[in-house]
C-alpha cells in the first residue's frame, strides 16, 4: 500500500503545480544561504524526488523519512545515502555534522515539534542552515489536515519562537502561495456547514492549462521573494543558522 502511495506521489510531485513552485523558492534559498559542498540532510523525504535532483545538481545529500520503505524507495530512485527514523525521538547523527538540514512539510506531522528544531540544531555545524517550510494558519486547521495527519498548523512568529528557543539566529522569514488563500478560505467555511464530513484529496486535481498557470505565477512569487517577504501565503517558510562560534 504504502509503495503504491509512493509512486503515484513521485509522479504527482514531478508536475503539481505546488511542488514546483516550493521546489523553484527552496532552491533559491538554498542558493542564497547553505554551503553548496557541504553535507545536506532532507528529512520527510517521501518519495525522495527533490533529493535526487539535489544529489544531480551537486549535493552531497542525505534522504531520511520515517518509514523504512520511503527512505528505500528514495535510495532506488536516485538518492546514494538514505536512512529511516521517527523525527519525533533522537536523531541518528552526531552534533555538530550536517551543514544544512530542510524541513518541508514535515513539522506539522510531528508531536513534539520543538523537540526537533532542538535535533536540529545539535547536528548542525556552526554557521549550517535550516530551511523548515510548514502549513500556516491554525484558523484554517481543518478536515484536510486531519486526513494528512497533521497536529497543528504555524504562523512564522510561532515558528521563529521556537528557532530562538532553541538558539537559533533567524535569518530569513515569510509567507509564500499567497494566490490559495481566497479558496482555502472558501473551502474551510463550506466544511463548516457541510453535515457529512468526506476525505478530502490529498492534492486535489487540476486541469492542466491551470497547472501551467499557477507555475507561471510561481515564477512571479519566487521572483518576488529574492528581495521581498510575503506578509501572507498559505505556507510558512523560515530559515534559520546555527550561531558561528566565536573566533
Partial sequence: MLHEWLVVHRKTETHYWWFVNKRRIIRQLLRRYAQPTGLLL??????GLFSS????EGYTVISADRAPEAAYF?????VPKTLAFDGDKAWPFAENSIDTVILLDVLEHLENDYEAICNIKRILRPGGIAILNVPAYQFLFSQWDVYNRHYR????RRLCAHAKK?????QRTTYWNLISIPPALVLRLKERFQRHKTDPDEFPPVPRWINRALIAYGK???AWLRHFPLP???SALVVLQKKKEPS
Avoid: D
Avoid at 535532483?53 to 544531480?56: A, K, P, R, T
Avoid at 528514495?74 to 536516485?78: Q, T, V
Fill in 232 to 234: 501572507s501565503g498559505l
Fill in 220 to 222: 512571479c512569487e519566487a
Fill in 166 to 170: 532553541a538558539g537559533f539566529h533567524i
Fill in 42 to 47: 532532507e528529512v520527510g523525504c517521501g518519495g
Fill in 53 to 56: 535532483q539535489l544529489h544531480n
Fill in 74 to 78: 528514495a535510495h532506488k530512485n536516485g
Fill in 153 to 156: 498548523r504555524y504562523t512564522t
